[in-house]
């Protein structure tokens, strides 16, 4: 169990529940959660096989975990602002492994549900763009990160709040969200992190790029 800001959100990785009762958590919102790894999309045209390979193994955690808690209802994900077929498509420009996991849970039944608020991200990425150009004045640069840092605390209880308002005990949701994110959830809602062995592969592969990138190579 983790405590954030007074809340306590019941944690549990997929390895953890094949030695639990399914039973245990009949009654609670579940919510299973896809860590996202910042700029992997760089790895697809690379390494094709390491990039497919660690969305197979994200889908086979799924498959596992619906057999015991129940078949995904809601799917959200991190940038998506829109829902159904609006939703896929902008889905896809944002993450292509994540579009061809949902797509598959979207033909099972699911919904890809709207996450974000339009209006806080526009908010969010303009300030980014004023801090990304390297500000001179200390007062505006203060300015622009005290900004940033409120918009981003709107943001996660925007997607909390929008998370919570669509499942329950019956229909189960899906988040998938970059890792490190600092949304916290009521502590109703039970989290189950799908943790496919290749991540640390993955992000290796993601840090050689960049470091190639950066050095001129």
């Not at 099972?108 to 500000?135: F, K, Y």
Request: net charge negative; hydrophobic share 40%; aromatic share 6%.
């Amino acid at each position: 169990m983790c405590s954030k800001n007074g809340e306590n959100v019941d944690m549990t990785t997929l390895g953890s529940t094949g030695k639990t009762d399914p039973s245990k958590f009949d009654g609670k919102k579940k919510l299973f959660l896809v860590p996202l790894i910042p700029m992997a999309n760089l790895v697809l045209e690379k390494d094709k096989d390491l990039f497919d390979r660690h969305w197979n193994e994200i889908t086979q955690q799924i498959d596992n975990l619906e057999v015991g808690l129940g078949s995904v209802r809601h799917v959200f994900h991190e940038m998506v602002h829109e829902e159904g077929d609006k939703g896929m498509e902008l889905l896809k420009s944002v993450s292509p492994g994540s579009a061809m996991v949902v797509d598959k849970l979207v033909k099972s039944g699911a919904n890809l549900d709207a996450l974000e608020d339009p209006d806080i991200l526009m908010e969010m990425t303009d300030w980014q763009r004023c801090l990304s150009i390297g500000l001179v004045s200390k007062k505006v640069f203060e300015l622009a990160s005290g900004n940033l840092q409120d918009l981003s605390e709107k943001r996660n209880l925007s997607i909390s709040e929008a998370v919570s308002n669509k499942i329950d005990a019956v229909n189960t949701g899906i988040l998938f969200i970059s890792e490190g994110h600092t949304v916290q959830f009521p502590s109703d809602i039970q989290v189950f992190y799908v943790s496919p062995p290749s991540s640390n592969q993955l992000k290796a592969a993601v840090n050689e790029l960049l470091s190639a990138e950066q050095n001129g190579e």
